[in-house]
């Protein structure tokens, strides 16, 4: 049930998003609601890739640019399109994201 009512709340800022408005005032609301699903059921959560965009953002803008096609120490590029992944790395990331997006990792810095 609560997974349902997340998924409402990120619908509803989807919608305000394709209204060409911002969700600024949402996202504490979102944050909260994405950190209270527990673990074992976040993959029940319905995302939306505008909503989400908004919540990692404050990670994304401290990378660099993807046309630097920059690398880590290892070589591997800082950027990929996930297509290389295995299904454990690809879980892993997803997690990591969900969590960044849920205020559970790195926090955004106040304006």
Do not use: K
């Amino acid at each position: 049930m609560r997974c349902l009512r997340v998924s409402a709340l990120v619908d509803a800022a989807a919608a305000v998003l394709d209204a060409g408005q911002r969700i600024d005032r949402l996202v504490p609301s979102l944050r909260h609601a994405l950190a209270s699903v527990p673990m074992r059921q976040r993959d029940a959560v319905d995302l939306d890739l505008g909503v989400m965009r908004v919540l990692v953002d404050h990670v994304i803008s401290r990378l660099p640019p993807r046309s630097e096609n920059p690398r880590n120490d290892d070589g591997s590029p800082v950027w990929c399109d996930g297509a290389a992944l295995s299904d454990q790395e690809a879980q892993e990331a997803g997690e990591f994201w969900y969590a960044v997006a849920a205020g559970e990792l790195l926090r955004a810095e106040a304006p």
